[in-house]
């Protein structure tokens, strides 16, 4: 029953900025790691930033410095700005949620493109 739609995606300019948006339905947002990952064609899947619900954050070394992650539990939503954006950064970009109890699945979003060119 949880569903997760992201929105923000779009075309850009070398240098420039986005901010994505993952809106949760569902309770167990609050309690529950959220993360964003991204895939390029022909490269796997990977973990762009992800966030527990305490606040701490992860981040990959290449987006250390340009991405910041965050939620708002009022909202039921978590955040990916993204600054400094470089054309390697194009990538279909994917909300994830992995509940705090063993055994049950992730939940993903249905992807947002974001394309960094000239």
């Known amino acids: 029953q949880v569903q997760l739609v992201e929105s923000g995606g779009g075309l850009v300019q070398p240098g420039g900025s986005l901010r994505l948006s993952c809106a949760a339905s569902g309770s167990i947002f609050s309690i529950s790691v959220m993360g964003w990952y991204r895939q390029a064609p022909g490269k796997p899947r990977e973990l762009v930033a992800d966030?527990?619900?305490?606040?701490?954050?992860n981040y990959a070394a290449s987006v250390k410095g340009r991405f910041t992650i965050s939620r708002d539990s009022a909202k039921n939503t978590v955040y990916l700005q993204m600054n400094s954006l470089k054309p390697e950064d194009t990538a279909v970009y994917y909300c994830n949620l992995n509940p705090p109890w063993r055994g049950r699945q992730d939940y993903w979003g249905q992807g947002t493109q974001v394309t960094v060119s000239s």
């Open positions: 966030i527990t619900s305490g606040g701490s954050t």
